[in-house]
Nanobody, 123 residues
Framework: QVQLVDSGGGLVQPGDSLRLSCVISGRSLSAYYMGWFRQAPGKERILVAA?????????GYADSVNDRFVMSRDFVKRGVYMKMNNLNIEEKAVYFCATEQGFTNSSSAWRNWGMGTQVTVSS
């Protein structure tokens, strides 16, 4: 089984940055994809960024965050991270890390989830 603990959310002003963290325990991640999702109040959960565990350079980003968000990971710590730069008010949401064997854009197909961490962007 795979267990994830995500953290790093907080209250920031527009234009500020945050770095989200996710620590994964359990079985080998060699065949897994790593993903970050977000869900704003009353909205569906959407994929923000994702990459193969073994291929961080292959990260794909949603158009709305491209060039502002950056994923990274640490093999030893079994951590996956997302640096979010120049946050705007519309990006207030609960952010979730997730893993799955195989890639899909649909959140319903991802089986392993963190509990989520709240990001509040407010002036």
């Amino acid at each position: 089984q795979v267990q994830l603990v995500d953290s790093g959310g907080g209250l920031v002003q527009p234009g500020d940055s945050l770095r989200l963290s996710c620590v994964i325990s359990g079985r080998s991640l060699s065949a897994y994809y790593m993903g970050w999702f977000r869900q704003a109040p009353g909205k569906e959960r959407i994929l923000v960024a994702a990459c193969p565990w073994t291929g961080i350079t292959s990260t794909g980003y949603a158009d709305s965050v491209n060039d502002r968000f950056v994923m990274s990971r640490d093999f030893v710590k079994r951590g996956v991270y997302m640096k979010m730069n120049n946050l705007n008010i519309e990006e207030k949401a609960v952010y979730f890390c997730a893993t799955e064997q195989g890639f899909t854009n649909s959140s319903s197909a991802w089986r392993n989830w963190g509990m989520g961490t709240q990001v509040t962007v407010s002036s």
